[in-house]
């Protein structure tokens, strides 16, 4: 009695909305036709991600007769990793707001920004070690398959363990108006030798209350897998969270977060108003791939068909179809060729109109999923630049996503991250208000590379269009600046400052004074300066050996 009224104690907070549970089973229903229409964009493409019994252990999963779904779905989830998180480069900045700069600036000396971007390139690349020793790379790369072919997708900074995802057959998510989210639960199994010793007595006590005692004569049934649930809510500015099982709430589970710093990004890509869940890619190209998938199989079944050979003898001639049937290579048996014929499907017309169709459809969707066999043309002379254009032209179509996916991923995992760096004092603690992280990849590396391409249009015109008399113009010191900053590239320690120019200016000077001056001696010889030396004061006959007096 004493243990049941302690479950009943420790069952989940009365919110008004039940346990965990049944808060997510109500949540569910909402969730369901997405969920459903995530199964059917991932029967074309990768069937495992979301398979039909959101499980898939014991699932036997479809194969299919085309393989341009799966490819573009790597493709671009590849792509949208190397943007989202590229290799031996932070794919952020922590920017210093203006104002405080400006007014540091005008107390301390002009070397102020330059030693704050040291100091705040140095943490930068911590962040990016960290990230990268915690493998969160193989994370996003599955959360990106996810969010192609789902477009939605769950991720928990683990302080521990690094990054983690949950699919959407594994979490749900209530959003309000704006589409910012209020609530997240989501749904794991675990075994319950995982678990403590007191709050597993208190589950097998709420599972007895509810009818699911195991038989004590099963040892193995006593190790039953059970649902655990993290159910996070929203209050104002806090996210209060908490973890049950069976209604019984872990030891050290509950605990709260501030908004910026919440270790959980439920994740979309293509956000509809008023839908606390995304729409995904491949949903857009569903038609053409459930469309390449039946025809695909119609070729392949056709062709199958027409590989099967059954040879035909006319019954009532004088060819024996057993002497045929046995007769060995070279062998010479008694019959007319007239009456021996092979059956033909003859539908070679149509299997050439379903091929044409099948190619056109490759050739669409490779160039929607971004793959260069769907960029290049058919053509003698296909340019390399031609190719990149192309491909320029496609990366900007997604530059809805990428806004999307740093304002829901990437800015709140690095604030994440740093948080949890900071808390363990990885990192110093920066002012509040002051610095703040700005992504620099996805849509705003789109916009560098748009900067590039009209900057260098532009100095191709100085050079050429203008016969090189336009390059006078030019203060060529900004241009490289500009020109490396639109690449992305920092020109700290590369790129020679106005003062390094000035000083080799000044150096080449002298050097040119004090060669000219040794000529001069040589010319003369060394009676000549014997013979003024005569007449000369020590200052000048110094100042005519070139100061080596």
Avoid at 128 to 155: C, M, P, T, W
Wanted: hydrophobic share 35%; glycine share 8%.
């Amino acid at each position: 009695m004493v243990v049941l009224l302690v479950a009943l104690a420790s069952m989940s907070p009365d919110n008004g909305k039940g346990t965990a549970a049944q808060r997510y089973e109500v949540l569910s229903t909402d969730r369901e036709p997405f969920l459903q229409r995530a199964k059917d964009c991932a029967r074309v493409t990768i069937p495992y991600l979301i398979p039909e019994d959101d499980i898939g252990h014991n699932e036997t999963l479809p194969s299919l007769y085309q393989s341009v779904g799966a490819n573009g779905v790597t493709n671009l989830a590849s792509k949208l990793l190397m943007t989202m998180l590229p290799p031996n480069e932070p794919c952020f900045r922590l920017r210093v707001n203006n104002m405080v700069m400006e007014k540091e600036e005008e107390e301390l000396d002009k070397e102020f920004k330059t030693q704050i971007d040291k100091g705040l390139s140095r943490i930068e690349q911590s962040v990016l070690a960290d990230i990268e020793e915690k493998g969160d790379r193989s994370v996003v790369f599955e959360g990106n398959q996810h969010l192609i072919v789902s477009g939605n997708g769950l991720y928990y900074d683990d302080p521990e363990k690094g990054l983690r995802f949950f699919p959407l057959s594994r979490f749900v998510v209530d959003r309000d108006p704006s589409g910012t989210p209020v609530e997240i639960i989501t749904k794991e199994t675990i075994s319950l030798d995982a678990i403590d010793r007191e709050t597993k007595e208190l589950i097998m006590t709420a599972m007895t209350a509810e009818g699911e005692q195991e038989q004590e004569t099963d040892a193995r049934k006593r190790e039953k897998d059970v649902d655990l649930y993290t159910h996070l809510t929203r209050e104002g500015d806090t996210w209060h969270i908490y973890q049950e099982v069976k209604g019984v709430v872990l030891d050290g589970s509950e605990g709260t977060y501030k908004v910026e710093t919440c270790p959980w990004f439920p994740v979309r890509m293509y956000s509809i108003a008023g839908e606390s869940y995304g729409r995904s890619f491949v949903e857009l190209q569903l038609g053409d791939l459930n469309a390449l998938e039946s025809l695909k199989q119609a070729l392949v079944e056709g062709a199958a068909i027409a590989a099967f050979h059954i040879g035909l003898v006319n019954p009532n001639g004088i060819t024996s179809a057993r002497a045929i049937a046995e007769a060995r290579n070279g062998d010479f048996i008694e019959g007319r060729v007239e009456e021996v014929g092979f059956l033909q499907a003859q539908k070679s017309g149509d299997m050439n109109v379903v091929a044409s169709e099948v190619q056109q459809l490759e050739v669409a969707l490779k160039t929607s999923f971004l793959m260069m066999d769907g960029v290049r043309r058919d053509g003698e002379r296909v340019t390399a630049e031609e190719i990149r254009t192309i491909a320029r032209e496609l990366e900007a179509g997604l530059g809805g996503v990428y806004t999307l996916v740093s304002q829901e991923f990437q800015l709140p995992y690095i604030r994440s991250r740093m948080a949890h760096m900071t808390k363990e004092k990885r990192l110093p603690r920066l002012p509040k208000g002051t610095v703040s992280p700005t992504v620099v990849t996805g849509f705003e590396a789109l916009g560098r590379g748009n900067d590039k391409q009209k900057l260098l249009e532009f100095l191709n015109f100085l050079m050429q269009g203008t016969g090189g008399a336009g390059m006078q113009y030019l203060n060529m010191g900004d241009a490289i600046q500009r020109l490396a900053s639109a690449m992305g590239i920092p020109t700290e320690g590369l790129v020679k400052t106005q003062e390094d120019i000035q000083k080799e200016q000044e150096q080449a000077q002298q050097m040119q004074a004090q060669a000219g001056e040794q000529a001069m001696i040589e010319k003369l010889g060394p009676e000549v300066i014997r013979q003024m030396g005569a007449k000369a004061s020590p200052e000048q006959l110094s100042q005519l050996m070139g100061g080596g007096m």
